[in-house]
Each structure stands twice: as structure tokens, then as C-alpha cells.
């Protein structure tokens, strides 16, 4: 059922980022930057707050709110950022779950982000309660009766904390006190728990690129003096009012547990955020279905270091090696591993990655793959990500490319592309994923310094590179793939025919030799 | 990217946006036109006890703090609660003091829908147990011989414990309650009945004040 909605998420999602990438670029794409935006979104949420709270009065809540407000230079517009920021923020954190959910991207070595995402997400919820809160108007007020209601469905407290809100005295200086701590503490446990989310990544990405950082605070900047917030009225326990403004993004269950007691609203609220945190338990792939982590065969490994740096995972660690000349060997963690296999793309003698994916097993397979009587010579070379361009590989057919899948261009070794020219390709073209959406997050770049910039396990220099292209494509940007295959296929049929080319053998060089016979 | 696809996309940015703002004010109508009769209250509930004087022999074989001249073993009161609007009972309720073993404060918080209009309200809280448990203390033989001399206490702390234990006694909300008041329920409008601890009765709030 699970695996069932998440190919139909995957497929909404390859639409909507096809469209979203026709209007913004790959680059600009916000549905690839749903997560940096967010990180964008929460430091304009700071430089707003520390603002606001300046003025900010525990003993005359809604008053001091009212008063700030009111004035069109320094309260209105900032606080109206410090809202519509922080509805983004819950929007854009709903897209990136949602984005991670469709690909897969939630289990195995990835719970940890997935959980501390949903931590984080609920954390940004209730900020976002006690941030409401403390203007103390109706919806407020609204937020925190459900709030003490379902609070008071724990036994933690010796009075009911709903019943600060009866009316039978004023509510205390000290509960807007508490909420302010609160809603200032919250986003500080934010960063601990982000740190948590990203801890298992290299290099991570923290902000979009700053055309689209900018744009983004531009929009809600603007939307914030145009459309500047209206107070809603005080608080008033004696007075039902007949319509409270509500937010959406923070009061989306508020429908629905109004009806119920505080304890049945606490068990959905809760039943809700569990079910969250443990989706990865119901989509994660079966032992068949499993991709398994990398292995190192450790009389080809020389120590070199390289796939620990391009791990993506930091998966792979450089440890001490015992009686071989080489000091070190690779060791990968298979805990921390996801089986991207971009460490078999950046060992130049073959000798790590997930089993059948290996460099060598990739030239074993490019033999096959020649060797097969549909081949013709001079043809195209569609090499397409199994993530992305596999999808239309039909449609490149037609066009007359031979296609041949990877799991993901960062595990496509350059020899590879180097026996399909020597093998008789006129040209390779390479569909990756766009950069930012690559499922194993730097697959294209890797590809594109190894083919073009000479980074370890580079494409050799007798390699003809006109007659290699990388392109990224989207899942859902078929006529973009034929579109890049046709303008690659002209400027491949002005060069010269190419000849088979056996003097080199690939294999040869790779062959396997133990580090410790090597002079 | 050509310029159309430009434009669609800062013109979709532009929506988004406002559309943002827009359901971050969503209007909720979650009241309806009902007025609502509030009851809330915190009050310590009664002790049922049985209390008997303890002898000086007891009193020396425990630790001089925790030295208390009348022993009392029992449970707290439990109250029913009726409320009627214009004859018609529309809540009935057991109400037991708070904690596992019902030995805290007890806690009333009840929002009562009601159609706006005029009414008679008549809301009543009495003390289940038939033992007067406030009389059963005071008519106690071994709490009336508490001026007894003991020579394991002196005097000023056994005038204390029997401060405290009056105190606990004035503090306890009474064996009975009863409230009957002609109201006038606006619509939207919250009338909150609650317990005057000084007045020891139930009082009407309706927030004109």
C-alpha cells in the first residue's frame, strides 16, 4: 500500500519538477531547494524575532503586539515576514518530506535524517504555537485552550493548565513569560536537532543559490508590506468571537480535535507524529529487494583515499591496514552506506562498490552490451540514470540511441565510457539528474569533475571528449533528453567516423593486482 | 529559458506568495451562535477520617519530626454535580479530588453549550458519603481528649498540629453547594460559574465586570 502511494508521489513529483524546472532552471527549482530554503526561512525567522522581541511586553501581551502593529516602519512588515517566513517554512518542509518520501530516501543509513526531519518538523509546528500565542488575540487564545486541553490529558500537572484560561482570574504575566522562553528555546533545540538531521551527510548544502535565497525573502518581504496584518481582536474569556483568523499551516488539526476530548486529540496528535517517525519502518526495501552496501576488495585497494572523499555518506573510512606495504585501506561502514555506488566511479583500479556495480562489473557489463548483434557502429550512447532518464529510454530508442542504465552517473566509471567509444560509439551522452535533485546527492558532480576537470578516476586524456556530453535531465523532461540527444547526434556526425579501437585494453590496465606485488 | 516561461514562473512565484498570506488568515467559525455556561472550580475536598489519639508510647517510638498527637486514616469526600437549565438536567457528574489517590485539590472545568436566551440555572454539589465527615472529625472522642498533656510533645507544637488541622477543615470546600440564578445567555457569550473560596459558595461570573 505504502510502496503503491509512493510511486504515485513519485510520479506527481517527476511532473511537478519538470514544470517547475521549465519556468525556474534546474538551478533555481525550489522544489530541489525545498530543504535550504527552509534553512533560509529559519534564519530570516531569527533576524525577524530578535526584532520583534525588542518590543515584546510579557505583562501587556496583545497590547504590545497591537502597538507594534500599528506602526507601518518598524512593526508591520516584520512581523508579517516573521509570519508568512514561518508559513513558508512549513510548506516548504512539507514538500521536502513529501520529496524524500517519493524517491526513497527515507530508510536504512537515511532514518536518522528522516526522523530528525520529523522532529524538526514538529518542532517548527510548536514554535509556531507558542509563537501565535503570545500575541495573545483570539486565535491565541484558541491555540492555547486546545493546547492546555490536551495538555491536561497528562498527569503531569497538579492543576489543569485550562483552567488559566476560564476567565475566573486574569491569565498571569508568568504563562507569557514561560511562552516566550519557549517559543525563543524551541528554535535553539532546532539547531541541535538539524545538526542531528545532517550529521550523516558530507559536505551538506545548507543554503539554495542566492538568487533564490533572495527571491524567496523578496516575495514574503513584499507580500508582507502589501498585504500587512490585520490584529485580531484580544482575548477574551467571556466572548466567543464569531470568526477567529486562523492560520493553516499551524491550526490544521484544530477542526478536527475541537470535537474530541483533550486526551482522544493528544492520542490522534500523537498516534500522527509517531506514524510520521516510523514510516521508514513500512517502506524500506525487503532483504531481496535491498540494494547491498559497498565492499572494498582489499589486495586492489592502494589507500588512496579517494572514494572516502567522494562517499556522499561518509561512509568510508581510511583505516590501518596490517602486513601490506600500502598503509591504509578503505573500510566501508555499512550502517552509513546506501549503496549509491559513486565510490566504484572514483576508484581508478576498480576495487570498491556495491556487488555487481563495481567498476569492473561495469565493464563487464559494457561488454555484453557491445557485444550484442543490435549494436551498430557510430551509434549514440544514451547512458541514462536509472533515477531519471531510464524512464523515457523508449523514447530516446526511437530516435536511434542505444540506451544503456546506471544506477546513478556518480557510479558510472569513466573506463566504462571510455570501452563504449573504443567498442565503436560514436558518442556517449550522459543523462544525469539534475545536480540537485541526484538521489545520492553529488552523482553528477562527480561525474562531470572526473570527465572533465581530471578528479581522480578521470576519463583519460586520449579519451576524444567532444564525443562525450553530460547533460541533466529530469525524470518527468523526456522532450529535454530527446532534445540534448538530437543536438548531441549533429555535433557528433561532423566528426570523423570512429574506429574501433582494441590497442588499449582497458581491462588490461585495471587488471587485478594485489598492492603489495606492485613495484 | 525564454522569456515566456520566465514570466509564468515570477507570476506563479507571485500567487504562491499571496496565496500564502492568504491561508495564513483563514477565517474559523468554531462557536456557532451558542452561549456557554462555564463551570469551573478548584477546591480541596473534604477528609472522611477516622482519627484517634496517639499514646506517648507511640508517639517516643517515632522520629521528633513526625511526631503528630492524632492519627488519621481515611480518603477524601467525593461530590455529585447537577446542573440544571430550565428544569432540564443537562450534566451529571462525579467530581473526586485530583492524583492516584484522589488526595489533591479536586478540579471542575466544564463549557456547557446552550442556546441563547433567558433561563433558570440551578447547579448543585453535595458530598456523596452520608458520614459528615467534617462532624465525625470534630465528634471525635480521641480528638476532643487532644487537650490531653503528652509528655512527648510540648505545647506549641501540638498547638500547631491543631491549627493545622483546623485550617485543613476550613479550607475544605463544603458538604454541600447549591446555585440558583436567572441568567440572561447572550449568543457567544461565556457565563462562568465558579467557587468563592472566601465566601465558601458558587458565584456567577459573566465578565461585565
Known amino acids: ?519 | 529559458m525564454t522569456g515566456v516561461p520566465r514570466a509564468v514562473g515570477v507570476l506563479l512565484a507571485i500567487a504562491a506568495t499571496v496565496g500564502l498570506s492568504r491561508a495564513s488568515s483563514t477565517p474559523f467559525s468554531p462557536h456557532g451562535e451558542q452561549a456557554v455556561l462555564r463551570l469551573a472550580w478548584t477546591a480541596r475536598p473534604e477528609r472522611i477520617e477516622d482519627c484517634r489519639q496517639r499514646s506517648d508510647e507511640e508517639l517516643q517510638k517515632l522520629p521528633a519530626h513526625m511526631r503528630q498527637s492524632i492519627a488519621c486514616a481515611g480518603t477524601t469526600a467525593t461530590y455529585r454535580l447537577e446542573v440544571r437549565w430550565n428544569d432540564e438536567v443537562i450534566l451529571q457528574q462525579s467530581v473526586r479530588g485530583g492524583g492516584l489517590r484522589h488526595d489533591r485539590p479536586l478540579y471542575l472545568f466544564r463549557d456547557i453549550r446552550l442556546p441563547p436566551g433567558d433561563g433558570t440555572i440551578v447547579v448543585q454539589f453535595a458530598r456523596v458519603e452520608s458520614v459528615p465527615a467534617s462532624t465525625h472529625r470534630e465528634n471525635s472522642s480521641d480528638e476532643r481528649d487532644e487537650g490531653r498533656q503528652s509528655m512527648a510533645m510540648n505545647d506549641a507544637r501540638r498547638r500547631r498540629e491543631l491549627e493545622e488541622r483546623t485550617r485543613g477543615r476550613e479550607e475544605a470546600i463544603p458538604p454541600s453547594l447549591s446555585l440558583e440564578r436567572r441568567l440572561h445567555l447572550a449568543s457567544r457569550k461565556v457565563v462562568l460559574v465558579t467557587y468563592d473560596a472566601e465566601r465558601r459558595d458558587l458565584v456567577v461570573i459573566d465578565g461585565s465586570h
Not at chain 1, 375 to 384: F, K, L, N, Q, T
Not at chain 1, 485 to 502: C, H, N, T
Open chain 1, 1 to 519: 500500500m505504502l510502496r503503491t502511494i509512493e510511486r504515485l508521489a513519485l510520479r506527481l513529483l517527476a511532473v511537478t519538477d519538470a514544470a517547475a524546472n521549465r519556468l525556474y532552471s534546474a538551478r533555481l527549482n525550489p522544489l530541489y531547494q525545498s530543504g535550504t530554503i527552509v534553512v533560509v526561512l529559519y534564519l530570516s525567522l531569527v533576524a525577524t524575532g530578535l526584532w520583534l522581541i525588542l518590543f515584546y511586553r510579557v505583562g501587556a501581551p496583545w497590547e504590545s503586539v497591537a502597538r507594534l502593529t500599528a506602526n507601518p516602519w518598524i512593526g508591520t512588515w516584520v512581523r508579517a515576514l516573521h509570519r508568512y517566513a514561518s508559513d513558508a517554512a512549513v510548506v516548504a518542509t512539507l514538500v521536502h518530506a513529501f520529496r524524500m518520501f517519493a524517491q526513497g530516501r527515507s530508510w536504512g543509513a537515511r532514518a536518522l535524517a528522516w526522523v530528525s526531519g520529523g522532529l524538526l518538523a514538529f518542532l517548527l509546528l510548536l514554535c509556531g504555537w507558542t509563537g501565535y500565542v503570545l500575541v495573545w488575540d483570539t486565535f491565541g487564545e484558541r491555540l492555547a485552550i486546545e493546547g492546555a486541553r490536551m495538555f491536561d490529558a497528562l498527569p503531569f500537572l497538579s492543576e489543569p493548565l485550562a483552567r488559566t484560561f476560564t476567565g475566573e482570574r486574569p491569565v498571569p504575566s508568568v504563562f507569557f513569560f514561560v511562552t516566550l522562553f519557549a517559543h525563543i528555546g524551541i528554535p535553539l533545540g532546532m539547531g541541535v536537532v538539524f545538526w542531528l538531521h545532517i550529521k550523516r551527510l558530507e559536505r551538506p548544502v545548507l543554503l539554495p543559490p542566492r538568487a533564490l535565497a533572495w527571491a524567496s525573502i523578496a516575495c514574503l518581504t513584499a507580500v508582507s508590506i502589501a498585504s500587512p496584518l490585520v490584529m485580531a481582536p484580544r482575548a477574551n474569556a467571556f466572548a466567543l468571537p464569531e470568526v477567529i483568523p486562523s492560520d493553516v499551516f499551524f491550526a490544521f488539526w484544530m477542526p478536527v480535535t475541537g470535537r474530541l476530548s483533550g486526551g482522544t486529540a493528544l492520542a490522534l496528535l500523537t498516534a500522527g507524529v509517531i506514524a510520521f517517525l516510523v514510516l521508514p519502518a513500512f517502506t524500506k526495501r525487503g532483504a531481496d529487494d535491498k540494494p547491498l552496501p559497498s565492499v572494498v576488495d582489499e589486495d586492489i585497494c592502494t589507500g588512496c583515499f579517494q572514494c572516502s572523499r567522494d562517499c556522499p555518506y561518509g561512509a568510508i573510512q581510511m583505516i590501518e591496514r596490517a602486513n601490506r606495504r600500502s598503509l591504509l585501506v578503505a573500510h566501508v561502514d555499512p550502517d552509513l552506506c546506501v549503496s549509491c555506488g559513486i565510490c566504484a566511479g572514483s576508484c581508478a583500479p576498480m576495487g570498491v562498490g556495491p556487488p555487481g556495480r563495481t567498476g569492473r562489473d561495469q565493464l563487464a557489463q559494457i561488454q555484453t552490451f557491445l557485444a550484442s548483434p543490435a549494436r551498430r557502429p557510430g551509434e549514440i550512447v544514451a547512458v541514462c540514470c536509472a533515477h531519471g532518464a531510464a524512464a523515457y529510454r523508449s523514447a530516446l530508442a526511437a530516435e536511434g540511441a542505444a540506451t544503456y542504465a546506471t544506477d546513478c552517473a556518480g557510479n558510472l566509471h569513466t573506463s566504462s565510457i571510455e570501452m563504449l567509444l573504443r567498442g565503436g560509439a560514436g558518442g556517449v551522452l550522459v543523462l544525469t539528474c539534475p545536480p540537485r535533485d541526484c538521489w545520492n546527492r553529488e552523482g553528477p558532480k562527480w561525474l562531470t569533475e572526473r570527465v572533465y576537470h581530471d578528479r581522480e578516476a578521470e576519463l583519460q586524456a586520449r579519451v576524444d571528449r567532444a564525443r562525450v556530453r553530460i547533460v541533466p535531465v529530469a525524470a518527468g523532461e523526456c522532450r529535454e533528453a530527446v532534445l540534448a540527444f538530437r543536438e548531441f547526434l549533429a555535433d557528433v556526425s561532423r566528426l570523423a567516423l570512429p574506429m574501433r579501437d582494441r590497442s588499449v585494453a582497458i581491462e588490461a590496465e585495471c587488471e587485478r593486482t594485489p598492492v603489495g606485488d606492485r613495484a
